[in-house]
């Protein structure tokens, strides 16, 4: 990710927004995350007559001494057009050497509301496609909200607090749909205010995510509050963290003098808080010594307690705390049952499931005995193994194992043998312990002839070094199954005299003895054993002498990788240059019949392949040779591998063990991609992720595209994949946890300038990046906030990779990296561990995200209702059947024609009930319909605390029912969520019944797949006519089953 020496010098990021908050000591609060999220969408530099250099919020903060009188200089009215043309201001880089921050972190609704009193700029958004400056603040009293300059009546330019019905994050109001510049505002930085008995907005953008945070959580802990906000405020100061520090304090001051020492004050701060580092710690207590004139080291409770909050307190928890918690200072069990059903994607989730967490992660007595989830148990919550990105339940063996090998992508390991390079490197056995005890399934040995008659394994006509065969046989007999219980499959290359061949013969079977798969394969089947039924075996892959051979031994041919390397090393050409035939050489017959499943044949071509090769036969692909068959041949490489085996292994010209990409060619199917396991890298953590997700047993079942015998696929097309619907990954990158200096990187001393990359691997129409702002001098705590958008068009191989950089000029050093499938991903809050180069777990190192996954049709972008909506009608796109011009099967494809479009009408009609309800209720694209129901119940309620709306069952269905007058924007809530369950109702009523009709044509139409070629030669199809034919009936037959 490094980038060129040449493009060393960038431009500096812009320079943080700063918001003074009252009542706190020792003056500023800058808004962590400020620093790099800049506008948030929008331009910083005003347009002509809008506020520069000397608007309100500069004022505020750089010349407050000018006076309120200062403000009125300022245009009263002006408004912001994005010109893509301005550049932000620039700042260079600079390195503090204190501790000591120049911000406080919000973590309290005190700091919120103190911050809300100084009052921020924000940007008011007009439906218009225009967008204000203005300078927005809280009354000193707390009653009202007000904003300035404005055109209206000092009066009129507020809002009472006690008009306000709900505070939405994101645009997710009409106004915001409306407006021309929507997608240059960034969802992370827009709120809008719901007030009146209209339900008015009053949309708004912030400079930065955190400024957004801080006015929401404020707004919506006041609304909770009303009158009794101050009170409240006063009261509650954090009660349970404090009484639980009080109780941890007072166990450790055992000499009773409420005071303890340096040392033992940093030691419980890391105790509870592994993850932050001691000299921080022990910096920050002597920084605030300092600042208070105190002689001594020695602590006390308040001083613990301040430390604590400073530097335990993670801002982007508490602001969803605040979100989801009834009081907005803890969750209780109903408050943290809503989190987890409508956040966390659980299902039957019960207050006593809650409790549960409860009890696990609270650690104070007080929050446990009450059923309360205080800040840091929920951050406990947030950072164990449940919120973890990864699916637990694909932590074990949880794909059907039952199916043919060859439908398996198989872990697989090249050289094994290998610790370095593939011409001059060590060989070791620990090259094969390493490799099983990581679930691989398919272990390579290169056998020669060695001294006292023993063989030994090394890369022949190389200078690698040698291990003795016996030794190799050893260690995979106690680590074959450590790992996996599913088969090991040794792929040998023997090179050994017919006397050589006997010890190994002797090794194999007394060593591994009844591992060894041995039963001949069964001539009335057409496919491979599953792994369920191999469990426990050794596969032998090699060259095998003809059924008829009854001498004891054969002439076969020499299929070795070695010399084919060796002779482009000791060439002058590259890839292209031409590799002397095979030779042939003497083989054993009683080693012969070792190998049974895993027959080793040379590959001539596709259609010789389909017509002769035995489904126990197993082809080698040299790495170019297969990129060949996967750019010119991709339907047919598909095909091929549906019913046997094939391996890639590198190219020669790789003899520093780099690797290859396996995704270039487990997208074509093939099972075996043989891995340098020792050279770490962007190629392995593909690999490593990928096998993680069935248990990590070293097999994972392929994509159902490419197993089903009559389907359409072409790996290569950058288009959506027939057959698969494609679905929608929005990720929101929100913050970092203790990410390590990168190692070499002593030039920039302890700093660290994170940045995320969000990679996205797979077919070709899958493959993205994205990448977040850069947080500077933050490598603790760097506050991201950043939301990207991803289309998966083949879901099953894709794999989303993380990536953490720090930016430098000279070139940005790797931080840390987590690489995981798409189907393995949990929705909501996670937390992703981070992995070094070379694979090892970084301690306490993580990034803080939300995830959504939506279909492509639930998921877009919000837009106007009305027009829009019935243009998407009228521009529905329905699937059709392609023309093969073989009558009797076209009229059996026209049948579906009907019910394709029924089937397309009933889920789209569905779909355009449920985005309406969507935005009425305030919710973005991506919200499920839990969300939409909680952020409804905020209006189930009048200004008399009377129900105005009940869910009640009719006809099995959840209905709402009015409870006397509504205003407007219920009644539409009411009128869209009927005709959603309206078109719940009619799916549900037709669905089975035209799913039939699409099933009937399915059966009927594979009644002539096995004489397609038949019936096409009668319809005088041929060459190309032929194979288009062909084509077009996978094709439809795939349409057939999506429809369904």
């Given amino acids: 990710m490094a980038e060129p020496a040449a493009e060393c010098v960038r431009a500096p990021p812009p320079q943080p927004v700063a918001v003074r908050t009252g009542g706190v000591p020792g003056g500023e609060t800058r808004l962590e995350g400020s620093v790099s999220n800049g ?103 707390m009653q009202s909200l007000r904003w300035e300059p404005s055109k209206k009546e000092s009066e009129k330019a507020k809002i009472d607090v006690k008009s306000i ?73 954090d009660n349970l963290r404090s009484s639980w520090l009080s109780e941890i304090f007072s166990a450790a001051d055992i000499r009773n003098n409420k005071e303890i020492s340096l040392s033992s004050a940093t030691d419980l701060i890391k105790r509870i808080n592994p993850g932050v580092k001691n000299i921080k710690v022990e910096l920050k207590f002597k920084e605030f010594h300092k600042a208070k004139d105190k002689i001594g080291s020695d602590v006390t409770k308040e001083e613990f307690i301040e430390v604590f909050h400073d530097l335990c307190t993670r801002p982007e928890i508490y602001f969803l705390l605040v979100q989801f918690s009834s009081n907005k200072e803890f969750l209780d069990t109903k408050d943290l049952m809503r989190f987890l059903e409508a956040e966390q994607g659980m299902v039957q989730v019960s207050e006593e499931t809650s409790l549960e967490v409860i009890l696990k992660y609270e650690p104070s007595k007080e929050g446990r005995v009450n059923g309360w989830l205080s800040l840091d148990g929920f951050t406990n919550y947030l950072t164990s193994p ?63 002839d060695g001294p006292d008659n023993e063989p030994v394994i090394y890369t022949g006509h190389t200078m690698t070094s040698q291990i003795v065969f016996r030794s190799v046989i050893d260690v995979i007999n106690r680590y074959a199954f450590v790992a996996s219980d599913f088969p090991l499959i040794l792929c040998l290359e023997n090179h050994c005299s017919i006397k050589q061949q006997k010890v190994m013969v002797q090794h194999l079977k007394k060593i591994l003895g009844d591992k060894i798969h041995t039963d001949p394969p069964k001539a009335d089947e057409n496919y491979l054993p599953s792994p369920s039924d191999l469990k426990g075996k050794i596969l032998l892959k090699g060259k095998k002498l003809p059924a008829n051979c009854t001498g004891t031994e054969g002439d076969v041919t020499d299929e ?17 240059q031409n590799v002397s035939p095979p030779k042939r050489f003497q083989l054993l017959k009683e080693l012969s019949d070792l190998v049974t499943l895993c027959k080793s044949v040379a590959f001539k071509d596709f259609q010789a392949a389909f017509q002769n090769q035995k489904y126990w036969e197993f082809c080698s692909f040299n790495e170019a040779f297969a990129s060949r068959c996967t750019s010119d041949h991709p339907g ?41 396991f020792q050279t770490p890298g962007l190629m392995m953590d593909l690999d490593i992720g990928w096998f993680r997700q069935n248990g990590n047993c070293g097999y994972v079942l392929r994509p159902a595209i490419m197993r089903e015998e009559v389907s359409y696929f072409r790996a290569n097309s950058k288009d959506s994949v027939p057959g698969v619907s494609p679905q929608l990954f929005h990720i929101k990158i929100i913050s970092g946890q203790n990410f390590p200096k990168p190692k070499g990187s002593g030039a920039k ?106 279909n492509r049709r639930g998921g877009g972008k919000p837009h106007k209702r009305g027009l829009s909506v019935r243009k998407a009608k009228r521009n529905r796109e329905y699937a059709t059947m392609r023309i093969l011009v073989i009558k009797a099967v076209d009229e059996v494809f026209k049948t579906a024609m009907q019910p394709l479009k029924e089937a397309t009408d009933l889920r789209e009609n569905m779909q355009s009930t449920i985005v309406p309800f969507k935005e009425l209720c305030g919710q973005p694209a991506v919200a499920n319909l839990m969300q939409c129901i909680l952020a409804l119940s905020a209006h189930l309620t009048g200004a008399d605390g009377s129900a105005l709306l009940l869910f009640n069952l009719s006809d099995q269905y959840p209905m709402l029912e009015p ?23 009619v799916l549900v009523d037709n669905a089975d019944i035209v799913c039939e009709r699409i099933l009937h044509t399915q059966r009927a139409a594979m009644e002539f797949h096995e004489n397609l070629h038949d019936l096409a030669t009668k319809e005088g199809l041929k060459g190309r006519k032929l194979i288009r034919a062909v084509e077009n009936f996978s094709w439809n037959i795939t349409i057939l089953k999506v429809g369904v």
């Fill in 560 to 576: 070795d990788e070695g010399a084919e390397m060796s002779q482009r090393m000791n060439s002058d050409g590259g890839e292209q």
């Fill in 963 to 985: 409870q006397g007058v509504l205003p407007d924007v219920l009644k539409k809530v009411v009128t869209t969520y009927e005709s959603m369950i309206q078109a719940s109702k």
């Fill in 636 to 676: 047919d490489f598909v095909n091929y591998n549906k019913k046997f085996l094939a391996r890639v292994y590198p190219s020669p010209m790789r003899i520093d063990s780099s690797n290859m990409n396996p995704q270039d060619f487990w997208k074509c199917g093939c099972q075996i991609v043989a891995m340098n």
């Fill in 749 to 854: 001393g302890d700093v660290v300038d994170p940045y995320v990359y969000v990679e996205i691997h797979g077919i070709p129409a899958d493959c993205a990046e994205q990448k977040t702002k850069t947080v500077n001098q933050n490598g603790d705590n760097p506050i991201f906030d950043e939301s990207f958008e991803f289309e998966i068009n083949l879901p099953e191989l894709a794999m989303v990779r993380f990536v953490v950089l720090d930016d430098d000029f000279i070139g940005d050093e790797f931080i840390g990296q987590y690489t995981i499938p798409f189907e393995c991903i949990q929705p909501g809050f996670r937390h992703v561990p981070l992995y070094s180069l070379t694979g090892d777990l970084l301690p306490h190192a993580w990034l803080f995200v939300h995830v959504a996954i939506t």
């Fill in 165 to 237: 019905k709900e505070v939405r994050t994101g645009k997710n109001t009409d106004i915001f749909r409306a407006n021309g510049v929507y997608d240059q505002i960034s969802e992370d930085c827009a709120f809008s205010i719901i007030y009146g008995e209209n339900f008015e907005s009053l949309d708004l953008v912030a400079n930065s995510a955190d400024v957004a945070n801080i006015w929401v959580t404020g707004l919506r802990y006041m609304i909770s509050y009303g009158k009794h906000t101050i009170d409240m405020i006063e009261s509650s100061q």
């Fill in 386 to 448: 449940e919120c973890h990105i990864f699916d637990p339940e694909h932590k074990k063996v949880c794909q059907d194992m039952t199916q043919p090998i060859s439908h398996y992508y198989i872990n697989s390991s090249h050289n094994t043998y290998l610790i370095e390079d593939q011409f001059r490197g060590p060989s070791d056995i620990t090259g094969y312990i390493r490799a099983l005890k990581m679930g691989c399934r398919s272990v390579e040995l290169d056998v020669w």
């Fill in 39 to 141: 506008n948030c969408g929008l331009p910083s530099t005003p347009g002509p007559g809008s506020p520069g250099p000397d608007s309100p919020a500069v004022r505020e903060v750089n010349a407050s001494a000018a006076g309120p009188d200062a403000k009125s200089e300022i245009p009263r009215r002006s408004s912001i057009i994005k010109d893509g043309s301005r550049q932000r201001r620039e700042r260079k880089k600079t390195v503090s050497f204190s501790s000591m921050p120049t911000e406080k972190k919000i973590s309290s609704a005190s700091d919120c509301i103190n911050a809300m009193v100084e009052g921020s700029e924000l940007k008011k958004v007009r439906s218009n496609s225009r967008v204000y400056h203005r300078y927005f603040l809280l009354e000193a009293d």
